[in-house]
């Protein structure tokens, strides 16, 4: 059994009934209800920003009070208290207290929605909004304020050196190797509210499939990559997640 899928429930019975392993990968449209823009859609955030200003490490280089701001504002939004998790990340956490299923949530928000929904041990891989992280000692810390040229790190004191810990474009997401070993070995993987437009996060349904796992969307529309699906389901993840969860733990 996976050390590092989550582990539900006690352990009654589970000698008897292996559990079933399920990766779910969720995007921005499992947080769009919630009231935070996707990146792609009409409206979302790539219409107002442009990825080369502000989500490269050479935006960063060429003009970090511009990507500070751009996060200083992402983050204020996230602090906003109308901001809160919906009925598609509680269920979610209500499948990780499941005793028949070992669930590895993998998630491609920076925004802590899914933690505010009950989960915990949330993998995500491209980073988190609310944590900063100085370029100077790699110290990586909880930080939910403002980020601006002049702050200094207060680890080390260096100045100017503090970024979002967030993965852009051309950096590495994290955990890869760890996910890749799980989806590998999982029976079930399930995608909600992503587009299909950025790897490798894109590419885990045919890892996933070609190792023999059954493979369902949960979207708004058919994704990029809808077409590598066994099974998918269209429409507002709010509606769609729970019912879901719902037949799972049935
Ligand atoms: C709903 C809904 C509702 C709406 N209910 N659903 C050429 C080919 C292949 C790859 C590449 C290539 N050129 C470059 C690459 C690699 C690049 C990439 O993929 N580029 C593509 C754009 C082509 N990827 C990378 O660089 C990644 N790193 C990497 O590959 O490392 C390896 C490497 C490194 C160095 C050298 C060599 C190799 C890193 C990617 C980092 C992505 N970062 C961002 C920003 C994070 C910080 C921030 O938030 O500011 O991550 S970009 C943005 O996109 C964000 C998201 O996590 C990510 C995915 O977006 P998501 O979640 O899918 O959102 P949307 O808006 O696209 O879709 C929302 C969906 O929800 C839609 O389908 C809606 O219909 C749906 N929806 N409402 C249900 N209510």
Known sequence: ???????????????????????????????????????????????????EDVATPDAYARDPARVLDFYTQRRAQLRDPAIDANDAHRALARLAGSDRHELLLVTQNVDDLHERGGSAGVLHMHGELFKTRCLAC????????????????????????????????????????????????????????TSGHVYPAADFVRAA??????TLELNLEPSEGATSFH?????PASILVPAWVDEILA
């Not at 304020?145 to 967030?166: F, I, K, S």
């Not at 499939?209 to 059954?214: K, Q, T």
């Not at 099974?231 to 429409?235: N, V």
Request: with cysteine.
């Open 1 to 51: 059994m996976s050390e590092t899928l989550a582990r539900a429930g006690g352990d009654g019975g589970a000698a008897a009934r292996p559990r079933k392993r399920i990766i779910v990968l969720t995007g921005a449209g499992v947080s769009q209800e919630s009231g935070l823009a996707t990146f792609r859609d009409a409206g979302g955030i790539w219409a107002r920003y442009r990825i």
């Open 138 to 193: 790699d110290r990586l810390v909880d930080d939910r304020a403002d980020l601006t040229v002049a702050r200094a790190c207060d680890g080390c004191g260096a100045a100017g050196r503090l970024r979002p810990h967030v993965v852009w474009f051309g950096e590495m997401p994290l955990e890869l190797d760890r996910i890749y070993s799980e989806l590998m070995d999982c029976d079930l993987f399930v995608s909600i509210g």
């Open 209 to 214: 499939r070609s190792a023999g796992a059954r």
């Open 231 to 235: 099974d998918a389901r269209y429409g």
